[in-house]
């Protein structure tokens, strides 16, 4: 119910229930005055008011907002200023416009302002204050009533300025009503009355008389503050000028308290002293009015003069109000922040505080942020078709608007940038709660300016946040939602992180698991706890990331696994000190393909990516800038960027004044000064506001709050940069806080306690310990603490205390902390944080400082040394490149002759290092060094094997001559022209015979290898064996054979293993001898467990998972080997068995029935690994032809800025020629073979057929039925091609082929039933569909979709229902026909075969079923 009543009324009304309130409380009320004491300084008064006051004189205000709203609206006739509003109070304003009774053309006159002439509507149930009107005298001339009641209407002030005259009248009525409004009805008192007031009461004011006397209670706050202000000044004038008695009389002291009123009914009437300084204000403007000559030179006079607070006043009193929307701003700060503005109650009111409740001056910036995380959070309802491409608010319209997963759902990308101290790090900060409490995760990372010591570190700290976060269960449901509602929704419950580590072992592996862990010390620590009973495979597997694409693809699985639970905010700030491996990383996690939970292809859509940066520090040829022009530029990813730059002075003056708790108009002339100095940069604001507290220049009266000189600031000089700034805050510093953080700064933005506790007692002369006064440093807010790490709250502050050391100084205390380091990087089993770190400064330190000390020089060099190579362990290549180079630096003259082992060590791994980061032109340098330098041919034979390697990728035929040339060198002569086809088949079968049966064991008991040269053969032999089955297979497996009779005669080694895992395929396929080519493999992977593991998966596990052991294992078993393969050839730089890795990988994946959508993520993965290592032709000839069958059978298409679909839309021309002519022979059988499954799965049998019939050579296992097992998939696919053209042509050739196919498989089934029955089935139905034999086909038809099913081949499964349903349709048996078509529909979607999906529903509905 809402009432309406008289102003008056209601005064009345309140005042009586608030006696009511007062009489019963009046005990508690005097308890709590006693024990509040001179301690309750916080609170300026509050402490003993009670909450019903409070809540009085809050609805008090908001009265007064409504009645200064209405007479700012209609006698200014402009609109009034918007500000803040708090989350718990309406703006008047808003309400005032809702639910204003004035009139466009009333205008208030001195009379209106009256309690008589004003109501008050209140709703009845809450005490809410709805609306103040104005409901007489609405009519009333004021111009012939203008000087009534007027002393001085006849001066010719009046006649000379009516406006001003007028205005001066409504602040003094104002200021009248108010009073008695907050006054519970008490007229304002004369300054005689106050006088005789004060009088009686002196004696009981004194300091002394309320200490001493028992009788009264201990003062608060506010009694202390009001007796200053009853004594003199500084100056020796009074504190307030001509309104002394309004504030005595609405503090308590004059009329209306009672002589003998308590001390806590005292407290509890007084009034807060900012509203008795509004008050007060008010009058003063009303004086200032009425006695002046013009208008402008009131209401538009110059502030500069003015000091805030209660400082001294210019001609206008320095209380003045510019007009009455001044006064309204400031009623609008008490209601909206009532503890700064109100009360003053907030806890910090002696100190300078910043943003405690808001940020200033960003809400179109927020907003952005909060529409990206919206797009997100709705992507799972509406779909993610805004296709924005925004900047600071302007967007583009929609793109893509069809059917395709990937394009529906856009990655959203937000990028902050501008100057240092603009807020950008805040203003991402800004929006964590409001998500927070929607359910969301935000992980954060920061840079330094320094070189990241450890690779990848800075992105793996910040995925860690999210185990160190102590992260529960407990998910905010959102206002208003049912628990099902919640459990309905887009967002799941959100993750335990033991949970997140369940899912992560299902994805990645215990290995996996291990392998993050390694640079998140949280997760290490919980993986540790998890799977303790499993400690010895946890000790059996390899730590570190395993390489750039295992990297990438465990830190890709790791945030997308949280996405699958609940949305991800993943912010990256100072992304201009990003290395460019980290760029990399996160340009692959924000591009990568979208990964499956349980069906759910929307996780990456569930992560909003937020990178801030310095737009003045980096340039066009920026690698960052390159990235994000990448992300402009893609069609899948929505990109916001938002530039900021200074405050505008409004927005500043917000800011100074909530800082400072003086009404925005008390500090506009603050902020304008401000302003002019610091551009408005938020960092250098702050920290001038704090160099003035610190210069005196602002001073904080107990009596009226903060004060300044304008004058004595103006001529402040500026500082020329926020650095400037801080330097002069961090010299206030004591000796001890400021050398602790400069030893901090020496370290980077952030370091680990763990270093600092190795380094705290690092200056013995003086004995300085480290941490306390780190503590110091973060009581004074220079520093940050998160778990064990310290952190520079701006990395200008680490800047500028690292300038503060003098220059001279700089390397003696960097030399202190690396010989501080030293002992800890030689612990056994040590961390390596302490190598990468102390690296880090000896690299600062450079080698021209310890030129004169040729021990300290080896010493440096050899630690970058280990630092590169275990750089190169974790596969960060450039961070390797970087090490050895600067270890290269340490050497000194005539290195090569007096440290000549140092210096091979340095140049072989440097080449190796610049060959694995792709840079041939420095290998060829590092390489020449050895060549030249080198001693012994030994010496020089592993840049020889790098060199051919930078060759091979150009030339495979220049390789080979190089390979031959130096295994003369060390005594085979191997002519390639003399080996014979019949030689080789000769030699093949002598060496099965040497193995046949029990005599493979004599490998494992064999004595190793020791004859170097016969060492150096191998590895040239290991490598020419795998160019050669790039090209010409044939001539590896008989250069395998020459490999196994020098290690029968000579001895074993790891090449040994590679030898007869090769030459167990030749077995299998030349020799057709199954089962001697398993028990070869099977002897092979025995003999590997005797070398490193990593080593041996990479060279192995192709041949032996990937063919051989395709006969016995369900193809589904052999596909986790070989990723395992593919990801240690990258790690370990061995690129040339890369290339048969993937194709064998990819390959086995598809045959494998993996779904689509996952094996687009991969092959896009490769790519980018490809590329990056020049691989153009595994690009174009084999991950391009792939894209394109799984883009066309899924509809899934990568974006069109990436490498696949530019491949695609490019190269016309037929692969399999293409490689031929590049004599690639390894592509051209994988060509031939993409391209038949590419025309079987069009549904193409025409192209199908002529494929077939152009290559009779590579199709002449279907004419002779000699087919080898690793040919099962080209020769499945031919068969029924064969079956096809049949049935088409009747032509006897084609059901000849298929017939050999036929018997082929049915070998092979019985061989391995899980891997073939299925084939065999399908091939058989066709067969009998092919004679017109009807049971039998139906029969194998069903038997093999059902064999497909349960061997979980489900591509297979939906094959074996399409060609059913062709059948069923093609004699008419329509109710088969349709259970086929739905049966083969809903394999192709669960396979993630959408577009093939539909098309089976079009093909086959339109040409059986007549669309019915």
Known sequence: QITTTPLKHWIATKKIEKGLKEATSSVASAATATFAGIGDANNNGTTAMSPSKKQHIQKCVKIALFLVTNLAKSFERVPTPTTAKSNNTNSAADSFDDAAETEDDWEPKPQDIDEECITVSENALTGEIINVGFDIYKNFNWDQNLTEGDEDSSSSLFASSPKVKKLGLIFEALGKLLFKLFMDGED???????????????????????????????????????????????????????????????????????????????????????????????????????????????????PNSIMGGGGESDDRGGFCFDSLSDVRSDIQQMVDFPDAFLFGSINSRWELVFGNNHMFGRKTELQLLMDAADRIQNSDRVGNSNNNKTTTGATANDGDGGNNPVARRKKEVITVNGHAGSGKSRLVREIRKPLQARGWLFLRCKFGKMVQPEPLSVIALGLDEYFSSNAVCNFPMPMGSTQEQAVNSSMRPPSCPREVCERLETLIGLDGLKCLSQQMPSLHSLVESMYSHRRDSLNHISGGLQGKFHTHHLFGTLLDTLASFNPVLFFVDDLQWADAASLELLTDLINRAVTNFDGDNSSTNKILFAGAYRSDNIVEENKLKGMIREFEASDAINTTQISLCGFQLESLNEMVSEALCLPRRKTRSLSEIIHIKTQGVPLFVVEFLDALWTEKLLIHNPVDGWEWDVDAIDLKGISKSVAELLAIKLKNLSNDALSGVQVLSCFGSHVDVEILEAVKNY????????????????????????????????????????????????????????????????????????????????NRIGSEAVSENPTQSQLFARLNLEAGKKSMAAMEFSSAVMHF???????????????????????????????????????????????????????????????????????????????????????????????????????????????????????????????????????????????????????????????????????????????????????????????????LARTALSLAEFYDANQMIQRVYGFIYGNVLVSEKPLQSLVEPLLRACRLSFSNSHFESSTINTITYISRSWQAGKRLPLVMNEINAFAHQHKQQSHFAMLQLFLAPIYKIVSALSGISLDSSELLPQLVATCNKDIVETASIKKEMLYVTTAIALSLEESLSLRNFAQASQIILKYPDFFKMLENGRVRINQFMVAFNAGLVSFHMARETREAHWMEKGTHVVAAFEKFSKMNEWNFEHMYLLLKAEMHHTKGETNEAAQAYYLSAEAAQKHRFVHHSALSCELAAHYFGNVGLKEKTREMIKRSHDAYMEWGAARKAKAVINLLELKWLDGN
């Not at 003086?766 to 778990?787: C, F, I, N, V, Y």
Request: aromatic fraction near 8%; glycine fraction near 6%; include cysteine.
């Open 188 to 302: 304002v008192p004369t300054e005689t009355d106050n006088a005789t007031s004060s009088s009686n009461n002196a004696t009981s004011s004194s300091i002394g008389n309320i200490i001493d006397s028992s009788s009264i209670a201990i003062p608060n706050e506010d009694d202390i503050l009001d007796m200053l202000r009853n004594l003199p000044t500084a100056g020796g004038c009074e504190s307030n000028g001509k309104m002394d008695h309004i504030i005595s009389a609405m503090r308590g002291e004059g009329s209306g308290t009672g002589s003998g009123s308590s001390n806590s009914n005292n407290n509890n009437n007084r009034l807060p002293m900012p509203l008795c300084r509004l008050v007060t204000d008010i009058f003063h403007t009303s004086v200032s009015m009425k006695t002046s000559k013009d208008f402008n030179e009131v209401v538009y006079a110059s």
């Open 763 to 842: 200056d013995w002369t003086s004995g300085t310990t480290l941490m306390p006064a780190l503590d110091t440093a973060q009581k004074e807010g220079l520093l940050e603490k998160a778990g064990p790490t310290y952190t520079f709250s701006h990395d200008l502050i680490q800047q500028a205390a690292f300038d503060l050391v003098p220059v001279a100084n700089r390397v003696p205390l960097l030399g202190k902390l690396v010989a501080c380091l030293i002992p800890c990087c030689m612990l056994e089993g040590g961390s390596d944080s302490f190598l990468f770190v102390a690296v880090d400064l000896i």
């Open 885 to 1079: 180079k600067s270890g290269i630096s340490f050497l000194r003259t005539n290195y090569w002759k007096d440290e000549y082992d140092l210096s091979l060590n340095l140049f072989e791994n440097s080449a190796l290092a610049n060959y694995s980061e792709g840079n041939h032109e420095q290998v060829v340098i590092q390489v020449n060094h050895v060549l030249s330098n080198a001693k012994s041919f030994e010496d020089r034979f592993k840049s020889h094997c790098v060199f051919i390697n930078v060759v091979a990728i150009g030339s495979m035929e220049r390789a080979t001559e190089k390979i031959y040339d130096l295994l003369k060198h060390l005594g085979e002569n191997i002519d390639p022209n003399l080996i014979s086809a019949q030689v080789v088949i000769t030699e093949f079968a002598s060496i099965r015979g040497l193995l046949a049966g029990g005599q493979k064991d004599i490998f494992l008991n064999h004595y190793q290898m020791t004859d170097r040269t016969k060492l150096m053969t191998m590895k040239l032999l290991a490598m020419r064996v795998t160019y050669y089955l790039q090209q010409h297979a044939f001539m590896s497996g008989y250069l395998a054979c020459k490999m196994i009779r020098i290690s029968l005669q000579y001895g074993l080694c790891d090449d040994t293993v590679f030898a007869l895992s090769v030459f167990s395929i030749t077995l299998l396929n030349h020799l057709q001898d199954i089962d001697e080519g398993r028990a």
